[in-house]
C-alpha cells in the first residue's frame, strides 16, 4: 500500500544519498523532471533542479523554496520541500525531496491581484470625480458666473463693483488651482524609501 501511495501521488518525490545524488524519484517526479527514473538516478539534484538556488539544499534539515520550471505557456510553479532521512543510528544518510504543484494557486493570486487593482483603480476614480465635482466644478461654475457679472457691470460703467467682482473671480480661480494640485499631488504613488530594493519594486 505504501509503495502504491508513493507512485500515485500527485507530487513528486525525490530520494538524495548522503552526497546529494538522486537514489530514487517516483512517477510524479519523472513527469515534473521530464526524466527518466532510470536515468536520473546517479545524478546530482542541482543538474535535474537547475532553478533550485545554489547552497539551498546543501546540509538543510527542513526547508521550503519556491522554484519556477519550464518557460512560456509550460511554466509551471512548485513548492520544495526537503527533509533530512537519517539511518537506524540517527547518522545523515541523505533527504527527501517533495515538490507540490502550486501553479493553479499561483495562477488564482495573480488574477485576484489583477482584479484588486482593477477595483482599486474603479474606486479612485470614483472618488476623484466626486472630488472634481463638489469641488473644482462648482468653483468653475461659480467663476463661470463671476465673469458674466463683471462684464455685464463694465458695460454699465460701474468700475468698482467690476474691480471687486474681478478680485473674487482671481481668488476663485487661485483656489481651483489649489485644488488641483491637491488631486495630482493624490494621485501619485509614495514608496517608503526606507524599504529594501525588492519589496519597493513589488510595491
Known amino acids: 500500500a505504501r509503495q502504491a501511495v508513493i507512485q500515485q501521488l500527485y507530487s513528486g518525490i525525490l530520494v538524495l544519498d548522503s552526497r546529494g545524488r538522486v537514489a530514487s524519484l517516483n512517477p510524479a517526479a519523472e513527469r515534473i523532471l521530464g526524466v527518466t527514473a532510470s536515468r536520473a538516478r546517479g545524478q546530482p539534484v542541482r543538474e535535474l533542479l537547475p532553478a533550485c538556488p545554489d547552497g539551498q539544499l ?3 534539515e527542513e526547508t521550503e523554496i519556491e522554484l519556477s520550471l519550464g518557460a512560456g505557456p509550460e511554466l509551471r510553479h512548485y513548492t520544495l520541500e526537503t527533509s533530512a532521512l ?15 504543484d502550486v501553479t493553479a494557486q499561483k495562477r488564482a493570486q495573480t488574477r485576484l491581484l489583477e482584479q484588486q ?16 465635482h463638489d469641488s473644482l466644478g462648482q468653483t468653475l461654475a ?62
Do not use: I
Not at 537519517?86 to 507540490?100: I, Y
Not at 468700475?159 to 493624490?186: F, K
Open 58 to 60: 546543501a546540509g538543510a
Open 86 to 100: 537519517r539511518d537506524w543510528r540517527g547518522l545523515a544518510a541523505g533527504q527527501l525531496l517533495l515538490l507540490h
Open 117 to 132: 487593482r482593477a477595483l482599486a483603480m474603479l474606486q479612485e476614480r470614483e472618488r476623484l470625480a466626486r472630488e472634481l
Open 142 to 203: 461659480a467663476a463661470h458666473l463671476m465673469a458674466s457679472s463683471a462684464r455685464l457691470l463694465l458695460t454699465r460703467g460701474e468700475t468698482d463693483e467690476t474691480d471687486e467682482c474681478l478680485e473674487n473671480l482671481a481668488d476663485m480661480t487661485m483656489s481651483a488651482e489649489s485644488d488641483v494640485r491637491e488631486y495630482l499631488l493624490a494621485a501619485k504613488t509614495v514608496f517608503s524609501s526606507g524599504l529594501p530594493f525588492f519589496p519597493a519594486l513589488r510595491q
